[in-house]
């Protein structure tokens, strides 16, 4: 499964929001634009917030109490701003803090998780590459879906260490992050992949440099379109789909805990959304000082 299956979806319970009110769509920083960008597509009539939290980014690299104390923040935030739903845009804040998210808050929430299941059921040599964050590949939830999953298939589980960094700073295509992919993707070539689990949100908006260097070669698992789905079944659910009657033709609503540049920018250049990126303050027990760097 690349999204979560409707068995894990949050419990139906009586909904307080108008379907009228967004989605809050939520990353550690600009990954989640590509999950956005597929909700856009399925889901066209629906109201969109969407929250990158860059000033803490990338959480792949943070420790485990650190991402649930954000998580579990920007969510609350999310929901003050009258969200009847949320989507936790981001692998690394879902495989470690999705089960405290559900238990805090009363809204239907939907997470994401790395495609293995459809990778094990496509790959035709047996052999398939997964691009992750540290804290992703490390996760009880990723080695549950491998035990799950994988069966026959051997899995190549590759960190993707400066890969986010490259897209929050609007680098898809330099000589130096080719290079870096590189590295990371022959091996599996050597080792005879035929396809690769992109296990970040980040990393689709990387699927240009991904396909110069491999080719038709290594087929890509992009998780996005099965969120977007999924987030559908949810809100049919509990009753909270928007309408075309009462659809809201705004473009989505952008925040950051930083400054909110490079969003505006890969949102104009990747989706062709031009919308003004507003900076937030959301504290947490973590981060009492806004400007506290401390993980």
Not at 18 to 31: K, N
Not at 109 to 137: D, F
Not at 281 to 291: H, K, L, Q
Request: aromatic share 4%; proline share 6%; hydrophobic share 40%.
């Amino acid at each position: 499964m690349s999204a979560e299956s409707p068995s894990s979806s949050a419990r139906i319970v009586t909904p307080r929001a108008d379907s009228r009110a967004p989605v809050g769509i939520f990353d550690s920083g600009l990954g989640g634009l590509s999950v956005l960008r597929a909700v856009r597509t399925q889901l066209p009539d629906e109201a969109l917030i969407y929250a990158a939290d860059s000033l803490y980014a990338p959480y792949g690299e943070r420790d485990d109490d650190f991402i649930a104390d954000r998580t579990l923040a920007i969510c609350e935030w999310l929901v003050k701003q009258g969200a009847k739903a949320l989507v936790v845009a981001c692998n690394t804040a879902t495989a470690q803090s999705i089960a405290l998210v559900r238990e805090k808050l009363p809204v239907p929430l939907v997470g994401v998780e790395p495609g293995i299941k459809p990778a094990a059921l496509q790959s035709k040599t047996r052999v398939a590459g997964v691009l992750a964050t540290q804290v992703t590949l490390r996760s009880a939830r990723f080695q549950g879906l491998l035990e799950r999953y994988a069966a026959d298939c051997r899995f190549l589980c590759q960190p993707g260490h400066g890969l986010v960094q490259a897209v929050e700073r609007c680098d898809v295509g330099s000589a130096e992050l080719r290079t870096l992919l590189h590295s990371y993707l022959q091996p599996m070539l050597d080792a005879g992949a035929d396809t690769l689990v992109l296990g970040c949100t980040h990393y689709p908006f990387l699927d240009a440099a991904i396909c110069d260097i491999v080719g038709d070669r290594l087929a890509l698992i992009d998780t996005s379109v099965a969120i977007a789905r999924q987030l559908e079944r949810v809100l049919g659910q509990h009753g909270l789909r928007a309408t075309p009657e009462g659809a809201d033709t705004a473009p989505p609503r952008f925040y950051s805990t930083g400054d909110g540049t490079h969003q505006q920018q890969l949102a104009a250049t990747l989706l062709q959304i031009n919308a003004a990126v507003e900076q937030v303050v959301i504290p947490s027990r973590r981060t009492a000082a806004p400007d506290s760097q401390a993980a």
